[in-house]
């Protein structure tokens, strides 16, 4: 098999060309080994654009816009790789498998996940991840009046925003959710819960007419700490001619009233992310790269977002769970992933070198 395929559009350079080695295979096809060998290299190819792509896409692209990634850059990864050479080849059993070292035009790919909203970015604004269980007399109710009150008056009121990504949705217990919100890039998590009864006939008139009493409970924390930053309630009443109908009356305004105390009070929570620059040079690859990620997504922290790799240099935004810069390098240091030499550190930019 040829051992190397040349550029794919050389009208457009790219400066930043990284080695990745791939697998691929197809199925083997003894009639047309030809096909067979460009089907696993095509095969390869893909697998490797999506292990760079895989740098620069954030935790909600991933489980979301898989599709859209398939579609477009994974369509035709030739545009998107220099060249390549073949390390291995075999049949195995009814595959055809071989390893390539490609050599990719990562600021391309970088890109061209940029321009199809895919990849991490600046965020402007907070968001929070939101729990929320509703109960009408002891029975879960599966209407959410209240969390819909609550996250609504939130919305009209502040930038803050939730996310909503099948993890959350999926999240069973408490920490579930709070690994889940982390995944989702979550600066807040709002854990709230919300109970609806009916009043003692002593409490408030009958008269065809059901009265109901609702209270709700809200604890918001920092996402990547889990430290509590604050516990608000709210408890309200309703009649409706219906039992249901009061109940939900009951949970839609405890919830919009707690969405009030929260406003009044969650002004220091919900201001812009502010970034640290994080260079990592020395490093030895994109594997390498991959590790520093996976090392620094790890450090309890409010999200990350990788900006660039190239000659070794790493270049990621990160959202520091507390905005102490010196804190965060020193909790890197101890992460251990790589020997690191810290450079220098100030309140927007924290410097690293790989001791080799």
């Keep these: 098999?040829?051992?190397?395929?040349?550029?794919?559009?050389?009208?457009?350079?790219?400066?930043?060309?990284?080695?990745?080695?791939?697998?691929?295979?197809?199925?083997?096809?003894?009639?047309?080994?030809?096909?067979?060998?460009?089907?696993?290299?095509?095969?390869?190819?893909?697998?490797?654009?999506?292990?760079?792509?895989?740098?620069?896409?954030?935790?909600?692209?991933?489980?979301?816009?898989?599709?859209?990634?398939?579609?477009?850059?994974?369509?035709?990864?030739?545009?998107?790789?220099?060249?390549?050479?073949?390390?291995?080849?075999?049949?195995?059993?009814?595959?055809?498998?071989?390893?390539?070292?490609?050599?990719?035009?990562?600021?391309?790919?970088?890109?061209?996940?940029?321009?199809?909203?895919?990849?991490?970015?600046?965020?402007?604004?907070?968001?929070?991840?939101?729990?929320?269980?509703?109960?009408?007399?002891s029975a879960a109710s599966p209407y959410g009046d209240a969390r819909k009150a609550f996250s609504d008056y939130l919305a009209r009121r502040t930038a803050l925003s939730f996310p909503d990504t099948p993890a959350l949705k999926n999240s069973s217990d408490e920490n579930s959710f709070f690994e889940a919100a982390r995944a989702s890039g979550a600066d807040l998590v709002f854990i709230g819960r919300a109970d609806a009864g009916p009043m003692a006939a002593s409490q408030g008139p009958q008269a065809g007419f059901y009265p109901v009493r609702a209270q709700a409970g809200l604890k918001i924390y920092e996402a990547g700490s889990r430290r509590l930053l604050l516990e608000i309630s709210s408890r309200s009443n309703a009649l409706d001619p219906s039992e249901e109908g009061a109940f939900r009356k009951a949970l839609v305004s405890a919830g919009e009233l707690l969405g009030q105390e929260a406003v009044s009070k969650v002004d220091a929570f919900i201001r812009p992310a502010v970034p640290l620059t994080l260079r990592v040079k020395g490093l030895g690859g994109i594997e390498d790269a991959r590790k520093l990620?996976?090392?620094?997504?790890?450090?309890?922290?409010?999200?990350?977002?990788?900006?660039?790799?190239?000659?070794?240099?790493?270049?990621?935004?990160?959202?520091?769970?507390?905005?102490?810069?010196?804190?965060?390098?020193?909790?890197?240091?101890?992460?251990?992933?790589?020997?690191?030499?810290?450079?220098?550190?100030s309140q927007s930019e924290a410097v690293f070198s790989v001791i080799r």
């Design 1 to 137: 098999m040829a051992a190397c395929a040349g550029r794919t559009k050389s009208e457009v350079m790219f400066d930043s060309v990284e080695a990745v080695e791939a697998e691929g295979a197809a199925a083997y096809n003894e009639k047309d080994l030809s096909a067979t060998a460009g089907a696993a290299v095509a095969d390869a190819q893909r697998n490797a654009l999506e292990s760079v792509a895989g740098l620069f896409m954030d935790a909600r692209s991933k489980a979301e816009k898989y599709g859209v990634l398939r579609q477009n850059l994974l369509r035709s990864p030739g545009l998107y790789i220099k060249k390549y050479k073949v390390l291995s080849e075999r049949r195995e059993g009814a595959l055809y498998r071989v390893k390539l070292r490609i050599w990719l035009y990562i600021d391309k790919a970088a890109s061209a996940l940029r321009g199809l909203s895919m990849a991490e970015a600046g965020r402007p604004g907070a968001s929070a991840a939101l729990m929320f269980d509703e109960y009408l007399a």
């Design 293 to 345: 990620k996976t090392a620094v997504d790890g450090l309890g922290i409010n999200g990350s977002s990788f900006e660039s790799y190239s000659e070794g240099e790493a270049v990621i935004m990160v959202y520091p769970a507390r905005p102490d810069p010196q804190e965060f390098s020193s909790a890197l240091l101890r992460a251990g992933v790589f020997d690191l030499g810290l450079e220098s550190v």
